[in-house]
């Protein structure tokens, strides 16, 4: 009689004392594969601004060494992280076999979400809406009298913006500096301007130089080719 009180009482406690316990495991879990999925956004972030692209998948941050090449790429629980992307965002998504564990892993990340045993978080690209609120088209050639467009992703047309132009690809060159309009003998404006902004897209075109440098002899040097670059800031 003795030993079924014991038993009894026994249960009662276990069934007391394991739903927290099972509660703390599955909180656990969760805050490693949040910490994981962080990791992995911030790697994400740093390949995308050295390439200008977004990473394919979980090798190619090792392999450049912007993860351990070591890791194994998995979760706590066994299970491959994913990486999946549009030219605006990238996700980052595991399966933590247990639906309980979704949960406290998605509340622990900005953009996470549960569906589910699948834990999803996504970022936005970096300078993008959103995060940093600034735009860098980079050095791209251009010619006089042709109209370029490059996306911007700022989501706003309230802006300042800047022009560069260089002789060389890099911005490395004699010449490097921002653009202005100017004119001619005749007194025709000409110059490099933004001729076109929407919420996502900017449009620049030269009319008649990209640029035009004066030496010391104040000779007029004309560049009716060479390189532009845009930089711009939401206000």
């Known amino acids: 009689m003795e030993m079924c009180v ?19 495991i599955y909180a656990r879990y969760g805050e490693a594969v949040a910490m994981d999925m962080a990791v992995i956004e911030g790697a994400a972030r740093a390949y995308y601004i050295d390439n200008r692209a977004w990473p394919a ?7 450049n060494k912007y993860l351990s090449p070591t890791w194994s790429g998995q979760n706590p629980l066994g299970k491959d992280y994913i990486i999946t992307s549009t030219p605006d965002m990238l996700t980052v998504q595991s399966d ?11 509340r622990k990340l900005p953009q996470g979400e549960a569906d589910g045993s699948v834990v999803k978080s996504s ?11 600034s735009y860098d088209s980079g050095w791209f050639s251009a010619s006089a009298n042709v109209t370029y467009t490059k996306s911007h992703n700022l989501g706003t047309t309230k802006v300042l913006s800047i022009l560069y132009f260089s002789d060389t690809s ?23 301007n933004i001729v076109a902004l929407t919420n996502t897209d900017v449009s620049v075109r030269a009319n008649g130089y990209l640029a035009v440098t ?15 670059r845009i930089v711009m800031a939401a206000l």
Request: charged share 15%; with cysteine; glycine share 10%.
């Open 6 to 24: 014991v038993i009894i009482v026994m249960a009662i406690t276990l069934s007391a004392v394991v739903p927290n316990l099972l509660k703390d």
């Open 57 to 63: 998948d979980i090798a190619a941050l090792k392999e």
């Open 96 to 106: 933590v076999k247990k639906t309980q564990v979704a949960p406290y892993a998605s």
């Open 123 to 133: 970022i936005a690209v970096p300078g993008g809406a959103g995060n940093l609120n």
């Open 170 to 192: 890099d911005g490395s060159g004699r010449v490097n500096y921002a653009v202005c309009t100017h004119f001619d003998a005749a007194n025709a404006e000409r110059g490099t």
């Open 214 to 228: 004066f030496d010391r002899n104040g000779s007029v040097n004309p560049y009716s080719n060479g390189y532009l």
